[in-house]
């Protein structure tokens, strides 16, 4: 089977960046493993110089060079190079990870040359951007959260084939859907075999937040978590890491750490290297996510591999992912009072730690790749039988 991906793929794959580019990543190399072609059209980029090709663990990468990062200078690149290159590949199926405004282009050129496909979605925009609209409640913060809202809209009524990670975003786009034949399917994003292979050694107090660094993971919020815990806690520490993309936040980041002086109790890891994302899963004793919006959190999947038990806000998918008290412990996002809480009991019952760190390797086998793949494969096998 010749498999076309249109998505952002990693640079570097050895460099976390984030959740999207790892699924590409990850589904993309199992595909390969197990006999298939697969050719990747890479997100047009600023931050190369031209055009080009390459094979990454036998996969077929094509990369385009964006003058700026603007949508309208993504839009040009996509019409001109992206969609004739991907015309030209006749694969058996198209699986796009892309869902902003400019991959309604790509849709319209698959149909209009009858190209079966199927979308995957990331994340929910439309939630951010009602949110973000709630803290701030300014003219340009109610339009981008319409401007969402059409957007989605319109992708849903154009779209047949949708694969969704979580319940909580299949429910939310069957609201966009109205009478439209939507056919969604739940599958979970993979996580690769190396987490699995990591044992659960925690060196001291050391909580851990992988994610994007950015406003949705709310790292700000877990800066007050740890700052009202060094009061019970002094040898507390919490270890960030994630892909950078908002250099102002990351700022906002390190001068509130000063200013709380938390620099003995708080270090910031962007981009870090694989082999040191597995270092810090294998050596932290707790997972922390404080995000405001979030579906499957595939960071949370890789630390529950290793066997870190997860304190979370019960947001999004993640209150479908969790049982409360059996593999994690809950929270409102904002209610620091209650992070704490839970933080301290695991800290202070070691046993706790250990039952919910077996029956969280135990529950994330359902992330294998291997096995996930497995669906998908038969899910375009479905897709090429349909009208």
């Known amino acids: ?29 199992t595909l390969v493993e197990k006999g298939h072609k697969v050719i990747v059209l890479d997100m047009p980029r600023s931050i190369i110089d031209k055009d080009y090709h390459e094979t990454v663990d036998g996969i077929e990468v094509h990369r385009f060079f ?17 969609i004739p290159l991907m015309l030209s590949c006749d694969p058996s199926i198209c699986h796009l990870h892309v869902t902003q405004h400019h991959s309604l282009q790509v849709v319209s050129a698959l149909r209009r040359h009858k190209i079966k496909y199927l979308v995957e979605i990331h994340g929910l925009p439309r939630k951010e951007a009602k949110q973000a609209f709630r803290k701030q409640k300014t003219l340009p913060k109610l339009f981008a959260w319409w401007y969402e809202c059409f957007r989605e809209f319109v992708f849903v009524r154009n779209t047949h084939l949708v694969v969704t990670d979580t ?9 966009f859907a109205f009478r439209h034949k939507l056919d969604i399917h739940v599958i979970h994003q993979g996580i690769h075999d190396d987490f699995y292979q990591q044992d659960y050694h925690p060196q001291d107090n050391t909580l851990l937040a992988v994610g994007t660094i950015a406003p949705r993971k709310d790292q700000l919020m ?51 290297h694989a082999i040191e994302l597995l270092k810090q899963y294998s050596r932290s004793r707790l997972f922390m996510l404080c995000a405001s919006e979030e579906s499957q959190c595939v960071a949370m999947a890789e630390a529950m591999a290793v ?27 904002g209610d620091v009072k209650a992070m ?48």
């Not at 319940?167 to 609201?175: G, P, S, V």
């Not at 066997?307 to 809950?330: A, M, Q, R």
């Open 1 to 29: 089977m010749k498999i076309l991906m249109v998505g952002k793929f990693p640079l570097d794959a050895k460099l976390f960046k984030d959740g999207t580019e790892g699924s590409v990543y990850g589904e993309a190399k």
């Open 66 to 82: 964006c003058a700026e990062d603007s949508l309208k200078q993504q839009k040009k690149v996509i019409r001109k190079r992206l």
């Open 167 to 175: 319940d909580y975003e299949k429910q939310a786009l069957r609201k």
């Open 222 to 272: 877990m800066l007050d978590v740890v700052d009202k815990l060094r009061k019970d806690i002094p040898d507390i520490k919490l270890s960030i890491v994630g892909g950078l993309v908002d250099l102002d936040y990351y700022k906002k980041l390190q001068t509130r750490i000063v200013r709380k002086d938390l620099a003995r109790h708080v270090s910031l890891h962007p981009d870090v």
């Open 307 to 333: 066997g870190l038990p997860v304190v979370s806000t019960k947001v999004g998918g993640i209150k479908h992912l969790l049982s409360e008290g059996d593999n994690g412990f809950l929270c409102a996002h």
């Open 340 to 387: 704490v809480k839970h933080i301290k009991n695991l800290l202070q019952h070691p046993d706790l730690c250990q039952q919910m760190s077996e029956r969280n390797k135990k529950d994330a086998e359902k992330y294998r790749w291997s096995s996930i793949v497995e669906k998908y494969i038969k899910l375009y096998a479905k897709a090429m039988k349909d009208k």
